[in-house]
């Protein structure tokens, strides 16, 4: 996944949209972890995200 969006839908109903998203990676089924641009910093971030608390998630897709 190279420069693309990223919505994850946690448990508790909220929602979180990245943008610019590189490196989703899937890790051992527990952590979600992608590198995004924080268009709000204007810095570039790497995330990692527990995946119990996560619902699901959407991808951009070519």
């Known amino acids: 996944m190279k420069n693309k969006t990223l919505i994850i ?6 929602t979180a949209l990245f943008q610019n998203v590189e490196e989703l990676e899937l890790i051992d089924d527990t952590y979600l972890s992608f590198k995004y641009f924080g268009q709000s910093t204007q810095v570039k971030r790497k995330a990692i995200f527990v995946t119990n608390n996560i619902a699901c998630w959407a991808e951009e897709i070519s």
């Open 9 to 14: 839908y946690f448990k508790n109903g909220t």
